[in-house]
């Protein structure tokens, strides 16, 4: 990740779904996600770009496509250490023929996705109402974790970034008070006062890394 103490580095103006890379690609599963693919990747003969699939390779499409659904990318699982941002599919999108495939053949419409189909000649508005009826019971039926992140003020996604990577550097929290700009300032006139923002904006940049899809929803 980036050096905590390039204030420069996080005054950047971002786009929706670069604050959603950032926060993904700080999130510790992953970063193990990724690491697991690309070790099912290298594994596959190819050339050049070319992977020559064989029946024991299947795997490493498999695993490509529940991690692009999982974690709403529309092509391989990107690298965390790239800058550029990914491109996203946020829920609720057209799956292509191949998309359907992986999940009927794949296992994954038994778990926390749902594919529904849509008759255009009808109305829609009634086809949506009958679909969230149709949601709302198969994710109680499957007991399915819902997932209900608050978005928290955007004015300070910046520094969330910044405390999360300044702490992956090994900062404790009584260094960050001293060492990051937004807490020195304030720190020598109410201690008490920067610990409590300082916890607060901990836990917030903890949810956003946990759940960063829930910026684009």
Same mark, same amino acid.
């Given at each position: 990740?980036?050096?905590?103490?390039?204030?420069?580095?996080?005054?950047?103006?971002?786009?929706?779904?670069?604050?959603?890379?950032?926060?993904?690609?700080?999130?510790?599963?992953?970063?193990?996600?990724?690491?697991?693919?690309?070790?099912?990747?290298?594994?596959?003969?190819?050339?050049?770009?070319?992977?020559?699939?064989?029946?024991?390779?299947?795997?490493?499409?498999?695993?490509?496509?529940?991690?692009?659904?999982?974690?709403?990318?529309?092509?391989?699982?990107?690298?965390?250490?790239?800058?550029?941002?990914?491109?996203?599919?946020?829920? !609720?999108?057209? !799956?292509?023929?191949?998309?359907?495939?992986?999940?009927?053949?794949?296992?994954?419409?038994?778990?926390?996705?749902?594919?529904?189909?849509?008759?255009?000649?009808?109305?829609?508005?009634?086809?949506?109402?009958?679909?969230?009826?149709?949601?709302?019971?198969?994710?109680?039926?499957?007991?399915?974790?819902?997932?209900?992140?608050?978005?928290?003020?955007?004015?300070?996604?910046?520094?969330?970034?910044?405390?999360?990577?300044?702490?992956?550097?090994?900062?404790?929290?009584?260094?960050?008070?001293?060492?990051?700009?937004?807490?020195?300032?304030?720190?020598?006139?109410?201690?008490?006062?920067?610990?409590?923002?300082?916890?607060?904006?901990?836990?917030?940049?903890?949810?956003?890394?946990?759940?960063?899809?829930?910026?684009?929803?």
């Amino acid at each position: 990740m980036h050096n905590w103490s390039d204030e420069a580095h996080y005054r950047k103006t971002r786009t929706r779904a670069q604050w959603t890379w950032e926060f993904m690609r700080r999130n510790h599963t992953y970063r193990q996600d990724y690491a697991s693919f690309d070790e099912t990747r290298k594994a596959v003969p190819r050339k050049g770009f070319v992977y020559f699939i064989q029946k024991k390779e299947h795997d490493f499409f498999d695993q490509g496509r529940a991690l692009c659904a999982t974690w709403g990318q529309r092509d391989w699982i990107a690298n965390p250490a790239r800058e550029e941002a990914p491109a996203f599919v946020p829920p !609720p999108f057209e !799956p292509t023929d191949e998309d359907l495939g992986a999940y009927f053949d794949d296992g994954l419409q038994d778990g926390e996705f749902v594919t529904l189909t849509f008759d255009l000649r009808h109305p829609v508005p009634p086809q949506l109402e009958r679909a969230a009826k149709v949601l709302m019971r198969r994710r109680k039926q499957r007991g399915v974790v819902v997932l209900k992140p608050k978005r928290w003020t955007p004015s300070r996604w910046r520094l969330y970034l910044q405390i999360l990577d300044a702490e992956e550097a090994g900062l404790t929290r009584a260094e960050m008070k001293t060492k990051i700009g937004h807490y020195w300032r304030l720190y020598k006139d109410d201690k008490r006062a920067v610990s409590n923002r300082l916890s607060d904006n901990l836990e917030h940049a903890y949810e956003l890394r946990e759940y960063p899809l829930s910026l684009l929803l």
